[in-house]
């Protein structure tokens, strides 16, 4: 498989059993640049998560077979586990992997994100995004200097609706954060968290001028508008 086609082979639509063993086979080449590798695994979340919530029960609607399923899982685990391999190809396996969450995970997880190494730190609450159990360390993530690690939080937060987590994503949306990709988390995340009390701030941010952003709010008030009756004072 050559290396330009290896990221658009994760498409749903494009991934087979055929596509996903030839993915495996590039990710567990010692021989091969970690980039690659680590491309190679990631490249394999989406379709996890798409048989993750959908299964098996109709099977001509699934891409890759129950097998494959499980291989990439197994092949997943071992290679995470190997610390021969590469930190930046185990730190994509594993965030890749959670996008189907399995029991070894939470273990995973939690020893990442007290670590002293704020790569593994990032990747734990990257990960928190999909495995269930790490309310209070989102949380501290919201506490974090470090931009990327707070950004993932605000993600994390909105995915669980963690009420604690409404003060920090609201005042975001409120003075209209600069960084527009902390931004675009932090109005999904609001909507999630408290659909009632961010209608009127996605109503204020549908006359932005920035289009992403009025289609961000749009979006948003879709998931608030069925606990909140606009013909009324919100």
């Not at 989406?46 to 993750?52: A, F, G, I, K, R």
């Not at 299964?55 to 610390?83: A, R």
């Not at 996008?99 to 020893?111: K, S, T, V």
Request: glycine share 4%; net charge negative.
């Amino acid at each position: 498989m050559h290396p330009n086609t290896v990221e658009l082979a994760g498409d749903i639509t494009v991934i087979d059993d055929r596509i996903a063993d030839a993915l495996l086979t590039i990710l567990k080449r010692k021989d091969l640049s970690g980039k690659l590798r680590a491309r190679a695994a990631i490249t394999m979340g989406p379709v996890l998560e798409y048989v993750d919530m959908d299964g098996f029960d109709d099977p001509e609607d699934v891409s890759i077979s129950k097998e494959m399923f499980h291989k990439i899982q197994n092949t997943f685990h071992t290679l995470y586990q190997d610390l021969t391999v590469p930190k930046y190809v185990r730190r994509r396996v594993l965030e890749a992997s959670v996008r189907a969450p399995q029991n070894w995970h939470h273990e995973a997880i939690r020893w990442a994100f007290s670590s002293n190494d704020p790569d593994w730190r990032l990747t734990a609450v990257f990960s928190m995004r999909w495995v269930r159990g790490f309310n209070d360390q989102i949380l501290q993530a919201l506490e974090s200097d470090d931009p990327d690690i707070y950004y993932q939080g605000v993600c994390a937060a909105g995915n669980w609706t963690l009420d604690g987590a409404w003060s920090h994503v609201s005042k975001l949306v409120k003075g209209r954060v600069s960084d527009k990709r902390l931004l675009l988390a932090a109005i999904e995340a609001i909507a999630n968290i408290r659909p009632r009390e961010a209608a009127m701030l996605l109503l204020d941010l549908t006359d932005d001028e920035d289009d992403d952003i009025v289609e961000a709010a749009h979006e948003a008030l879709v998931i608030a508008e069925g606990f909140v009756d606009f013909d009324e004072d919100v």
